[in-house]
């Protein structure tokens, strides 16, 4: 599966983004999804994953409560609802497709979008 990330920009602290993936292929049902995210100096982290069909999600603890990650497996796309931003959510967020129903490690991931930039100034 490809993966096209976007939706990234400039956003005060406390405001909110949409950022959304989109998949190419007809298996894009089959994969878990997942959204990391990374800046300069540091490994990439996890952010949020889903499972296939939707129906469960997990979080990091720092965005929990903030962050919201759905799918359209219609539409082979997921987006993550970024909301109360603060300047440490600063980073290149990517999207990711893994074989398995769902994860937070990285390495479970087998697809990668080419990542999209989220600025939150203070």
């Known amino acids: 599966v490809q993966l096209q990330a976007s939706g990234g920009g400039l956003v005060q602290a406390g405001g909110s983004l949409r950022l959304s993936c989109a998949a190419t292929?007809?298996?894009?049902?089959?994969?878990?999804m997942g959204w990391f995210r990374q800046v300069p100096g540091k490994e990439r982290e996890f952010v949020a994953t889903?499972?296939?069909?939707?129906?469960?999600?997990d979080y990091a603890d720092s965005v929990k409560g903030r962050f919201t990650v759905s799918r359209d497996n219609a539409k082979n796309t997921v987006t993550l609802q970024m909301n109360s931003l603060k300047p440490e959510d600063t980073a290149v967020y990517y999207c990711a497709a893994t074989p398995r129903l769902w994860a937070s490690d990285r390495e479970k991931y087998t697809g990668w979008g080419q990542g999209t930039l989220v600025t939150v100034s203070s």
């Open positions: 292929g007809r298996t894009f049902s089959s994969y878990g």
């Open positions: 889903i499972s296939r069909s939707g129906s469960s999600a």
